[in-house]
């Protein structure tokens, strides 16, 4: 089997548009990668993980509805159409990417994700565990802590995602890029009232003290709930769990129900290598 047979049609975006355009079009297909296009060309790939480190690290002045999404967007990444799903998986590990573009800059044939080789791996599984890849070290905050401390710290630790933990050391949710992407549109309505949201004011607001910041609460902000599974269980459960409930990664529970780390996207592929 090649990646040609599982990859997707990309969903693309014009170079002239902003990042305010790209953060809507993310959410409205739920998806967490757009290709960029010029005159019908591909030009360039833009992330999720891409707009969140920008979105609250970025110091211009500028709101984001003017800022042009060819300042942080990245090279593309070709890959030939025959190529096996074990050595694109390789190719992610090396290249420390998310998808693979097959095709050329001429013809996409298709984009390949993660998400393509989870699917892969559950029709070719095999009797590895859980416990044999997942990580065991992943960042976390309480659902306590003001908003400003949180995206700190995803920001310190180059995350998409963080874990929220209540007061018994208990998951209880998770906080993503999407989330806060979220919140802004919804500020960024209550404050113009045309939806164009993210003013310089607002995204400075997530790591204020004065602002929204310190006054909102993560439990407040995090999507409730957790998706887990047992470390003794068959990564193929592990992929399914994700296909299903369309997450990017699943907390591992060790013997005694506690957290013993989490079991990624990333990780499966590592399983597809081997």
């Known amino acids: 089997m090649s990646i040609t047979e599982i990859s997707n049609k990309p ?14 079009k993310l959410l409205e297909f739920k998806i967490s990668r757009l ?4 005159s019908g060309n591909p030009v ?4 999720e993980k891409d707009i969140g480190l920008f979105l609250f690290s970025e110091t211009t002045k500028q709101g984001l509805d003017e800022i042009p999404i060819s300042k942080i967007m990245r090279p593309i990444l070709f890959i030939e159409e025959g190529l096996a799903p ?7 590990i090396d290249k420390g990417v998310s998808s693979l573009t097959v095709g050329s800059e001429e013809n996409i044939k298709g984009i390949f994700t993660k998400t ?13 565990k859980v416990v044999d ?5 992943y960042v976390y905050t309480h659902s306590a802590a003001p908003l400003f401390k949180v995206v700190k710290k995803m920001l310190e630790n180059k995350v998409s995602r963080i874990v929220v933990k209540n007061q018994n050391e208990e998951a209880v949710g998770i906080i993503s890029f ?8 919804e500020l960024g309505s209550e404050e113009d009232g045309l939806g164009f949201g993210f003013s310089d004011q607002i995204r400075k607001g997530f790591l204020s003290k004065e602002g929204f910041g310190d006054i909102s609460l993560a439990r407040e902000v995090m999507t409730k709930g957790i998706v887990s599974i047992k470390f003794n269980e068959k990564i193929s459960s592990a992929c399914k769990l994700i296909l299903e409930k369309n997450v990017s990664g699943l907390v591992v529970l060790d013997g005694n129900g506690s957290i ?3 079991i990624s996207k990333t990780d499966i592929i590592k399983a597809v290598v081997d």
């Open 116 to 128: 393509d080789l989870v699917k892969y791996y559950l029709k070719h599984p095999s009797e590895r």
């Open 35 to 38: 290709i960029v296009v010029e």
């Open 178 to 185: 999407r989330d806060l992407f979220r919140i802004s549109i």
């Open 86 to 92: 074990k050595e694109s998986a390789k190719l992610m």
């Open 11 to 24: 969903i693309t975006i014009l170079k002239n548009s902003t990042i305010s355009d790209v953060i809507k």
């Open 44 to 47: 360039g790939i833009i992330t």
């Open 260 to 262: 013993a780390g989490i």
């Open 133 to 137: 890849y997942m990580t065991h070290e």
